[in-house]
């Protein structure tokens, strides 16, 4: 069974193309990589901060309504692009103090929640609804094309 299990990570392995067999970078190029992608998000959370702090928009149209909260999602995706490219960053090196750094923004999803929450309740103040989990299919969806767009080059 052993050799089976073994057999089969070798396999595996094998099958990996070498792209994402990348080398390590040394801990100051991967730290550096990983500040940028989180200098890139604290403008997006501070944004996002303002809508859980204020009233919610009105709009004069539900397709008005709509456009904002496609914004509002495209945010989030990008948010999300940059935290998974961090971590992507974060795991090139072998230096424990980067990756937490990049897992830091992590323990932030509460916040994600809580604001899927009020542009739930914008939304029926606009005359419109929308389904979380429709939203967060998009979000999954979108995150990875964004990442290959916001991506330092090599």
């Known amino acids: 069974m052993i050799a089976l ?10 099958a990996v193309p070498a792209v994402a067999r990348e080398p390590q ?5 991967a730290r550096a990589r990983v500040e940028h992608h989180l200098r890139e998000m604290e403008p997006i959370i501070a944004h996002f901060q303002t809508v859980l702090d204020s009233e919610c928009p009105r709009f004069a149209s539900p397709a008005e309504w709509t456009k904002y909260f496609d914004g509002e999602v495209d945010r989030v995706v990008l948010l999300r692009a940059h935290l998974e490219q961090a971590w992507i960053e974060a795991t090139r090196t072998g230096d424990d103090d980067v990756r937490r750094t990049a897992k830091a923004p992590r323990k ?35 995150v990875p094309q964004r990442q290959v767009e916001i991506a330092l080059p090599q």
């Open 108 to 142: 932030r999803v509460n916040d994600a929640l809580a604001l899927l929450d009020k542009l739930k309740t914008c939304a029926s103040d606009n005359g419109t609804s929308f389904s979380q989990m429709t939203v967060w299919r998009r979000i999954e969806r979108e």
């Open 25 to 29: 970078r040394p801990p100051e190029e």
């Open 5 to 14: 299990a073994r057999a089969l990570v070798v396999v595996v392995l094998l």
